[in-house]
Each structure stands twice: as structure tokens, then as C-alpha cells.
């Protein structure tokens, strides 16, 4: 009887599919083990992609602190500012994906993935979302010296002044950036773009003078409102917001169908094994429902949107599309 005999070339292939299935399995197992008693090796770092005193920053802190409590293990914010958020996330990207590393994301992120051609990373790709934090509308804030206190008298003064008028963003390709831009061809107005690395140092040359005004995110806007420093003209929200509820909408107003909000959510580098990912889903939720941070939240006029873990993840690349087709609408593009 003849029997077949395996060639030569085909027990190669087959030996170098098992070394390549071994190595594999090699580079795996360190992190599997890792993720069996996570988080006990060292201090959980939550990347903050903007200088201290701006929203994001605002928001991490105190959930860094219950973060700390529920999982017994230090979770220490670091800023990363620059690039409108996209420095902390490149940072995030490229850090070993051992649950260690998280960022605290925003819809900066997805504007970036699309209207910034010089990144090195890819979001969509290369960042995982964990847990959704929260929703809130923008603010449009001027310096308390301007003359306009509704935003009638906003647009009238942006049509007077046109490209004379200047505006504040945390950054090229935030949403400062992309909604301003928007908002000025919906209401047919101008004005220049002042770009910072952060809201915090916006926030400071809008007290100072320096700029006229800015769409800012709830947080911020909302404690310098409160102290005076600067006077709000409407929230960017389709609907109006508890946390202000005298300020109409710019889409009732001045630009009919005009509806943009923040989001903030916590996100890790691609690769993060699952058990980590859903452990740090829980504790963020468990963290969110705790009364006093409820409370933190709604002082700051943030509203929780509560996702499941796939439901974050569908909701961060849908933000993607969505930011990108405004781009384009708008031509805007950071080379």
C-alpha cells in the first residue's frame, strides 16, 4: 500500500504556524495573569489630556478619589495637555495595555480621529472605550465687558465687528473649534479663532480681555459664571439645561437647528484584557451612583448617560462619523 507522506514545505509551514501560535500564547499569558489580580501590582494612572482647572480636569479629580475606594488601589490623575486633547491620548494609545493606563476622553477625541491628518495613532483603532461619564451642553460665554446680553445682540455685535471679533478654543479641532465654526455659518457672522493647550489658559485670557468670547463646556463655564467673572448668553444644548434654565438655546434664537453637546468617558488603550475593562466599568459605575457624586455632577451641570460597555464603544465610533461629516460640511482640516 502507498501512503501520502506530508512534503517537506507543508511540515515546515506547519511547524512555523505552532511557533508562531506558541509565541502568541507567550506574549498573552503576561497579561492574562496580570488581569487575574488587577489592579494589586501598582497605581492606576487616568490620563487627563488638558492642563489642571479645565472641565476634564474638574470632573477626574473626585472620581480619581472613589475610583481609589472601590478598587483599594491609587488612582492618580495625570494632565497631558496639547494638540486639543490629543497629545493625552496618543500617550494613552501607546502605553502597554496592561489596565493601568486609562484616558479620560472626550468628544474632543472623535473630532480629532477625523479633522487632525498629522496624528500617529489612530483612535478608532487603537483606544477602547470603558465607561461612559457623562453629557452637557456648551456654554457661549463672553467677557463681561462686551455689550450683548442676549444672543441677538451677540450676532448683531459679531456681524458689526466681523473678523474683528475673536473667539477661544481649547485647542485646533475641539469642539470650541468645530461648533464655533459651525455656529458662524448657521447664524452668518465672523470671527477669528485664538487656539490655547487647554480650556483652563482660554478660560484666562477670556477673564484678561484678551479674546471675546468662547463656547465652553458646563463645568468651567458654569463656576465663572457663577463668580461673575464672565456672562453667559445661551447654552449650545437642543433643549435648555437645569444648571441654567434662564439661558435659551442658540437654536431657538439665532440659529434655527443648531444642537451641540459635550460627552466625557473613560477610555484605554486597545489590547486591555476584557476581565480589566469590565472591572473598571463597574467601579466607574458604582462610583457614579454614589449620592455625593451625583451631586458633584449635577453642581457642575453634568448629566450621566449611563452605557454598557459595547454600548460606550458603539457610541464613541458613531461620534467619529458623526464629527467628521461636520468637518467636511465646514472645511475644517489640521495639517
Same mark, same amino acid.
Given at each position: 500500500?502507498?501512503?501520502?507522506?506530508?512534503? $517537506?514545505?507543508?511540515?515546515?509551514?506547519?511547524?512555523?504556524?505552532?511557533?508562531?501560535?506558541?509565541?502568541?500564547?507567550?506574549?498573552?499569558? *503576561?497579561?492574562?495573569?496580570?488581569?487575574?489580580?488587577?489592579? $494589586?501590582?501598582?497605581?492606576?494612572?487616568?490620563?487627563?489630556?488638558?492642563?489642571?482647572?479645565?472641565?476634564?480636569?474638574?470632573?477626574?479629580?473626585?472620581?480619581?478619589?472613589?475610583?481609589?475606594?472601590?478598587?483599594?488601589?491609587?488612582?492618580?490623575?495625570?494632565?497631558?495637555?496639547?494638540?486639543?486633547?490629543?497629545?493625552?491620548?496618543?500617550?494613552?494609545?501607546?502605553?502597554? /495595555?496592561?489596565?493601568?493606563?486609562?484616558?479620560?476622553?472626550?468628544?474632543?477625541?472623535?473630532?480629532?480621529?477625523?479633522?487632525?491628518?498629522?496624528?500617529?495613532?489612530?483612535?478608532?483603532?487603537?483606544?477602547?472605550?470603558?465607561?461612559?461619564?457623562?453629557?452637557?451642553?456648551?456654554?457661549?460665554?463672553?467677557?463681561?465687558?462686551? /455689550?450683548?446680553?442676549? *444672543?441677538?445682540?451677540?450676532?448683531?455685535?459679531?456681524? %458689526?465687528?466681523?473678523?474683528?471679533?475673536?473667539?477661544?478654543?481649547?485647542?485646533?479641532?475641539?469642539?470650541?473649534?468645530?461648533?464655533?465654526?459651525?455656529?458662524?455659518?448657521?447664524?452668518?457672522?465672523?470671527?477669528?479663532?485664538?487656539?490655547?493647550?487647554?480650556?483652563?489658559?482660554?478660560?484666562?485670557?477670556?477673564?484678561?480681555?484678551?479674546?471675546?468670547?468662547?463656547?465652553?463646556?458646563?463645568?468651567?463655564?458654569?463656576?465663572?459664571?457663577?463668580?461673575?467673572?464672565?456672562?453667559?448668553?445661551?447654552?449650545?444644548?437642543?433643549?435648555?439645561?437645569?444648571?441654567?434654565?434662564?439661558?435659551?438655546?442658540?437654536?431657538?434664537?439665532?440659529?434655527?437647528?443648531?444642537?451641540?453637546?459635550?460627552?466625557?468617558?473613560?477610555?484605554?488603550?486597545?489590547?486591555?484584557? %476584557?476581565?480589566?475593562?469590565?472591572?473598571?466599568?463597574?467601579?466607574?459605575?458604582?462610583?457614579?451612583?454614589?449620592?455625593?457624586?451625583?451631586?458633584?455632577?449635577?453642581?457642575?451641570?453634568?448629566?450621566?448617560?449611563?452605557?454598557?460597555?459595547? %454600548?460606550?464603544?458603539?457610541?464613541?465610533?458613531?461620534?467619529? %462619523?458623526?464629527?467628521?461629516?461636520?468637518?467636511?460640511?465646514?472645511?475644517?482640516?489640521?495639517?
Amino acid at each position: 500500500m502507498n501512503q501520502v507522506r506530508p512534503n $517537506a514545505g507543508r511540515r515546515r509551514l506547519a511547524a512555523a504556524s505552532l511557533l508562531a501560535c506558541t509565541s502568541l500564547l507567550a506574549a498573552l499569558a *503576561p497579561l492574562a495573569a496580570q488581569a487575574s489580580d488587577w489592579p $494589586a501590582k501598582q497605581p492606576i494612572r487616568l490620563v487627563v489630556p488638558a492642563p489642571p482647572g479645565g472641565s476634564l480636569d474638574i470632573l477626574s479629580r473626585p472620581l480619581a478619589t472613589k475610583l481609589s475606594g472601590i478598587l483599594g488601589q491609587t488612582v492618580i490623575v495625570e494632565n497631558r495637555g496639547g494638540a486639543g486633547g490629543m497629545v493625552g491620548a496618543d500617550f494613552v494609545a501607546k502605553a502597554t /495595555p496592561d489596565g493601568y493606563t486609562f484616558l479620560m476622553g472626550a468628544v474632543h477625541h472623535a473630532i480629532g480621529a477625523t479633522v487632525n491628518h498629522n496624528l500617529v495613532f489612530d483612535p478608532a483603532k487603537d483606544l477602547v472605550g470603558v465607561a461612559s461619564i457623562g453629557t452637557t451642553p456648551n456654554v457661549v460665554i463672553v467677557n463681561n465687558a462686551l /455689550p450683548v446680553r442676549t *444672543p441677538a445682540e451677540l450676532v448683531a455685535w459679531m456681524k %458689526q465687528k466681523g473678523d474683528r471679533a475673536n473667539y477661544a478654543t481649547g485647542g485646533p479641532g475641539t469642539l470650541q473649534h468645530l461648533s464655533m465654526e459651525w455656529f458662524k455659518s448657521a447664524a452668518g457672522v465672523g470671527a477669528m479663532a485664538v487656539h490655547y493647550r487647554g480650556s483652563a489658559p482660554a478660560m484666562s485670557d477670556l477673564l484678561g480681555g484678551q479674546v471675546d468670547l468662547m463656547f465652553e463646556t458646563m463645568p468651567l463655564a458654569l463656576a465663572q459664571t457663577r463668580a461673575n467673572s464672565v456672562r453667559a448668553i445661551a447654552v449650545t444644548s437642543a433643549r435648555r439645561t437645569a444648571a441654567l434654565p434662564d439661558l435659551p438655546t442658540l437654536g431657538e434664537t439665532v440659529a434655527p437647528g443648531f444642537a451641540v453637546s459635550s460627552w466625557y468617558g473613560v477610555m484605554a488603550p486597545q489590547g486591555t484584557p %476584557q476581565p480589566v475593562l469590565d472591572r473598571m466599568h463597574d467601579a466607574i459605575a458604582q462610583a457614579l451612583a454614589l449620592q455625593d457624586m451625583e451631586q458633584t455632577w449635577q453642581a457642575a451641570g453634568v448629566e450621566q448617560q449611563p452605557m454598557s460597555r459595547p %454600548q460606550f464603544q458603539a457610541f464613541w465610533l458613531g461620534e467619529i %462619523q458623526r464629527w467628521g461629516k461636520v468637518a467636511t460640511e465646514h472645511g475644517i482640516r489640521i495639517e
